[in-house]
């Protein structure tokens, strides 16, 4: 199991701050990751309609969309950051 953690608008859509999921075999990259939760309800869909622009943390550390998430124990995603 990999804790996964949305942060801003990313869990207003989804609908919760975290939650525990088992990630499939297949599922090997961050782009593989944010594909698969496309798949699991119109709340993640919608909130990762634009992959491209989500960033991702693998246990808290910001990696590129190739990364593989192997080992990772803890996923955070993040919606486009600003300010300064």
Same mark, same amino acid.
């Given at each position: 199991?990999? =804790? %996964?953690? #949305?942060?801003?608008? @990313?869990? !207003?859509?989804?609908? =919760?701050? $975290? &939650?525990?999921?088992?990630?499939? *075999?297949?599922?090997?990259? @961050?782009?593989? /990751? %944010?594909?698969? /939760? =496309?798949? %699991?309800? &119109? !709340? #993640? $869909?919608?909130? /990762? +309609? #634009? *992959? ?5 943390? /693998?246990? +808290? &550390?910001? @990696?590129?969309?190739? !990364? ?5 124990? $803890?996923?955070? %995603? ?7």
């Amino acid at each position: 199991m990999t =804790k %996964l953690v #949305y942060f801003a608008w @990313v869990r !207003e859509r989804i609908g =919760k701050p $975290e &939650e525990e999921l088992e990630i499939p *075999p297949n599922v090997v990259t @961050v782009r593989d /990751l %944010l594909n698969h /939760l =496309k798949t %699991l309800g &119109e !709340e #993640y $869909e919608n909130a /990762l +309609q #634009y *992959p491209e622009v989500i960033r991702v943390a /693998l246990n +808290q &550390e910001h @990696v590129e969309h190739s !990364e593989a998430i192997a080992g990772a124990r $803890e996923i955070g %995603l993040f919606p486009p950051m600003t300010g300064g």
